[in-house]
């Protein structure tokens, strides 16, 4: 197996307020991207980093629905000019960390125009003078909307699983955004839904070679998260799982992912 730790890093500054935004995405729906980012944000909480969730997935299951918080004001209302970013924020007692909430059942980033995500994507730079973290949870695929506030992000996590559709999409994705923003960005890997460790390293090594002799690129596993069954029980209990299983595998892995991230930096 390739060596997880050879690593093709995309430089950004540490005193860039990119280095502070952290995006997860992936190029399938349903593999855990949003439960990912709620307990990513909230293991970095536990590691006394104050941390910011942004809701950029903006579909059904969104961060109100996991957490069981009440919105009254989302996305929506900064896009439209009634509201700025701070204005939104709301803190999850559940998790330990601040979240902006994305609008549950919308179009998602798709329907933004452009320039209106560039100056989100500024405000919130702005707004990272606040937080140690900020967690973008960011729709699948490669929309506009996904691509813009990913490139304005200093760390690009691509979660995958073992499933070949995953792993062509997480691909196609990796492909798109170096393109897009060539030695800009660090980019790393998290496979979700291993059954093993093992397991995980093995779908780890097969996207990593693809993207080494397709694209000239060794990004890095920053983690492996193994299949729990307890992660389903959290979420209809609108818990977030460090909170409910502690140390339930996942959790475990989570933490160590979180830990990986500021020891990298």
Not at 140 to 162: A, D, F, P, Q, Y
Not at 223 to 228: E, L, W
Request: proline share 3%; net charge neutral.
């Amino acid at each position: 197996m390739e060596n997880p730790n050879n690593a093709n890093h995309f430089a950004v500054q540490a005193n860039h307020p990119e280095n502070k935004i952290i995006a997860i995405t992936s190029g399938k729906e349903g593999i855990g991207k949003t439960w990912l980012s709620i307990t990513l944000a909230q293991a970095l909480s536990g590691l006394k980093q104050k941390t910011l969730f942004f809701d950029g997935d903006l579909g059904p299951s969104n961060i109100d629905a996991q957490l069981g918080l009440m919105i009254e004001a989302d996305l929506a209302s900064v896009i439209h000019g009634h509201k700025t970013l701070n204005q939104i924020v709301r803190h999850s007692d559940k998790g330990h960390f601040d979240v902006i909430a994305g609008r549950s059942g919308s179009s998602g980033l798709l329907s933004i125009p452009i320039g209106r995500l560039q100056i989100l994507g500024e405000d919130l730079k702005i707004l990272s003078s606040n937080y140690d973290k900020i967690i973008l949870d960011m729709g699948s695929g490669i929309e506009n909307g996904v691509k813009i506030l990913s490139g304005m992000s200093g760390h690009i996590v691509v979660l995958c699983t073992e499933e070949a559709h995953s792993l062509t999409e997480a691909y196609a994705f990796i492909k798109t955004i170096t393109q897009e923003y060539p030695s800009e960005r660090k980019i790393s890997i998290v496979v979700n839904q291993a059954n093993s460790k093992e397991e995980g390293y093995r779908t780890y090594d097969t996207l990593m070679k693809a993207c080494r002799n397709f694209l000239g690129l060794m990004p890095p596993l920053l983690g492996v998260i193994r299949r729990d069954t307890r992660i389903r029980d959290a979420i209809r209990n609108q818990s977030p799982l460090i909170s409910r299983y502690p140390t339930s595998e996942a959790s475990e892995d989570v933490i160590s992912i979180a830990r990986r991230i500021l020891k990298d930096e």
